[in-house]
């Protein structure tokens, strides 16, 4: 099967070579070129445009940063509206909000195309090893027939119904994941002010019910202060963003969230948006007790 994919960034580089592994002939885009040439030697073709790829491609896979990557791929010169048409089906699986996802949806569906939502829970290593958690929305009939592509690239898919609802599940479970950080990020800096040993308090956390795999893998490295970026801090912030403004829609107070959102901020001010969000450590012991100053 021909499957076009736009978006080579740290997802979308692996969700690619999954769907080469996997024996589908893929075309790809990127706005920086040069991220397509190591798809290229894996046996990749390469676009020109976004609309060469819908062009030349059944379905279209799109993983880009954010709601404003989302629109300009599929609005702008070149985009892929200029040539979806009756027979070609649109899958963006980006992290955006339901308006994003769903103006998309109306403008594909008015050319005569298909769309699915379909955004994804895991990271840098479930992309590569093919385990991510496929949240998808939209045509139904449309995800039937695209569970070849979600199960070359995860180890579970969910159909959420109308589109806007895997957008919607997506910003919920980041906006629990990045208050969850913020607390093992204060947990690690209570521990170090009060002279426990960091690594005893992770080791204490992972016997017990709180035990999860994200402070298992993280837990580590933040005690160390290293933040290899997996999941860029700017993208966990704008996710934070977006989920406090489906808060404010339906009238939820999320103040936990709207904490971790100012330090996730504050982070990004400092130029730390690039690196891992761990990196939101070092806001969390700038101004704690323990720990350098940022
Ligand atoms: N990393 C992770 O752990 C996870 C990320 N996600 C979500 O997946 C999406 C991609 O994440 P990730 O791969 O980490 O992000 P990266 O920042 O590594 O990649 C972002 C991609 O978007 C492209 N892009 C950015 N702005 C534009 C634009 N204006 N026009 C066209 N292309 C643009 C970039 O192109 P260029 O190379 O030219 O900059 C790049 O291909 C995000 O929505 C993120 O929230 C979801 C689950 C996990
Ligand atoms: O969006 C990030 C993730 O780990 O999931």
Redesign the pocket.
Known sequence: MEVGF????????AMALNLLRNGFRVMVW???RS?CEGLAEHGASIGESPAAVVSMSKYTIA????P???L??VF?KDGVLEQICDGKSYID????DADTSSKISEEITKKGGRFLEA??????KP?EDGQ?IILAAGEKALYDEVIPFFDALGKKSFFLGPVGNGAKM?LVV?MVMGSMMKALSEGLSLAGSSGLNQQTLLDVMDLGAIANPMFRQKGPAMIQGNYP????L???Q??IRLALALGDENAVPMPVAAAANEDFKRARSLGLGDLDFSAVHEIVKATGSWGDAV
Not at 119 to 124: L, N
Not at 229 to 232: E, G, I, L, S, T
């Open positions: 736009l978006g080579l960034g740290i997802m979308g580089k990127n706005r920086t991220k993983m880009l940063a954010d404003s990557a989302a300009s791929v702008g699986m980006s992290t955006v955004p994804v829970s895991g990271s840098k992309a991510l997506k980041n970026p997996a999941f860029p700017k993208h966990q704008k996710d």
